[in-house]
């Protein structure tokens, strides 16, 4: 039993080592997907609309497609994995799919649908930890 336990943890905590330069700093989007599909560069386009709200709400967004994973505000790529990405938050190759993760970590939102702003700023704007944020910015 304590040896499941151990390795238990030691697997949750490689797989959170691939995301934990932003834990408790930033909300993630993670984008899966062709840039060439139209529902990748629709969803792209919908979070370049309001960088403002993006930046309000500590979100930085990564697109993945294959290996490559593009960090959006800064148009450079990123050190991370895109097929670690995908094998941890179990994504086909060939799907496209939206995920927003918690600055604890957590998957919060997991669509293959177009998400507007206006759906992912209320559902960030519910959780408890942004509910102190904008208390504490009056």
């Not at 960090?71 to 995920?99: A, K, M, V, W």
Request: some cysteine; glycine content about 6%; overall charge negative.
């Amino acid at each position: 039993m304590l040896l499941s336990l151990i390795f238990l943890t030691q697997f949750a905590s490689g797989q959170n080592d691939l995301l934990q330069q932003y834990l408790w700093e930033n909300r993630l989007i993670l984008l899966f997907g062709s840039i060439s599909e139209s529902k990748i560069e629709k969803q792209i386009t919908e979070l370049e609309k309001d960088t403002v709200g993006i930046a309000d709400r500590d979100l930085l967004i990564f697109h993945i497609e294959g290996e490559k994973v593009r960090f959006l505000q800064q148009s450079s790529t990123s050190s991370l994995s895109g097929n670690r990405l995908r094998n941890h938050y179990n994504i086909p190759e060939d799907e496209c799919r939206y995920i927003l993760i918690g600055k604890d970590g957590g998957v919060k939102l997991n669509s293959k649908d177009f998400v507007p702003n206006e759906d992912l700023f209320s559902v960030i704007d519910a959780m408890p930890m942004r509910q102190r944020e904008m208390r504490n910015r009056k």
